[in-house]
């Protein structure tokens, strides 16, 4: 059988999971086995633990995905996930409120961010069957509301709550900041994608015509591979410089590595393309 490359490759993303994971968490790989070093789950500052949390299991499910040439087609929609996750810890670690301006602090962003989930969560909630959902989904529901409410009203903040319409506005912010296209690009296509508004992308030439469907292309996996771990080694970069900014250095170390593992499996990819 011939060597897979991207298949290859993602043992050592999963060993670069772990690690900084126990970087972030301890040998325990929960934020609860550190006393000082990471927030309660009282301080608004859990939520960055919690994003990281959905994450990485999306990350664990990217690469499952990639590694399998027929199911490799749904990736974007796992990279639109983490590009999500991105977004939000940035904002959280660096942001700027609508209202409180540059003054605001990341506990203060983290607490507007909350609200905008509770709302959103209470909308859907309130949009579906009592069928659907566990019996005290619309209560607990509610209590997340009045208690984020309360939070958001001691800040003095007057918005209403940041939610998934400002990610397109981050990754906006990013190319003007830093000439950085593709997040919002790959936001916007796989926004199709997830939505099953351009099936066109599952067409490939064969001959003359068209073939639909099959196993996605080894420079295609090896694309949504590496555009997945940018995301999450972001993520990771933003929880970690916010809770344990003494540790960046450390996680700094472990990305390297791994990325010139990414870069090549990139080049063997590309080179093999070329044949």
Same mark, same amino acid.
């Given at each position: 059988?011939?060597? *897979?490359?991207?298949? *290859?490759?993602?043992?050592t993303l999963v ?20 006393? *000082? ?36 087609p749904a990736a ?28 605001a602090t990341p ?112 420079? *295609? ?55």
């Open positions: 059988m011939a060597a *897979d490359p991207v298949s *290859d490759l993602l043992p060993d670069f999971l772990a690690d900084a994971d126990q970087l972030l968490c301890g040998e325990q790989g929960r934020w609860a086995a550190g006393e *000082d070093l990471l927030p309660s789950p009282d301080s608004p500052l859990d939520l960055l633990l919690r994003i990281r949390t959905e994450a990485m299991h999306t990350f664990h499910a990217l690469l499952r995905v990639t590694d399998d040439p027929m199911a490799a974007p929609i796992l990279v639109r996930q983490l590009l999500e996750c991105w977004a939000h810890v940035q904002w959280i670690a660096e942001g700027q409120s609508s209202t409180l301006g540059p003054t506990e203060q962003r983290a607490i507007c961010l909350e609200l905008g989930m509770a709302h959103w969560l209470c909308k859907n909630l309130s949009a579906s069957s009592n069928e659907s959902q566990y019996e005290h989904s619309k209560a607990d529901g509610e209590k997340w509301v009045k208690s984020v409410t309360a939070e958001h009203e001691q800040i003095g903040c007057a918005c209403s709550g940041r939610d998934f319409k400002a990610v397109r506005n981050s990754f906006k912010e990013l190319r003007d900041r830093f000439g950085m296209d593709w997040p919002l690009d790959t936001y916007i296509a796989a926004s199709a994608a997830s939505h099953a508004l351009m099936p066109q992308r599952l067409a490939h030439q064969e001959g003359t015509g068209l073939s639909w469907g099959g196993p996605a292309s080894l420079l *295609d996996r090896q694309n949504w591979l590496a555009r997945g771990f940018t995301c999450l080694i972001n993520v990771y970069l933003y929880v970690i410089g916010t809770l344990h900014r003494p540790k960046v250095g450390e996680y700094d170390k472990l990305v390297a590595a791994a990325q010139t593992e990414v870069s090549r499996t990139n080049r063997v990819v590309v080179a093999s393309m070329e044949r």
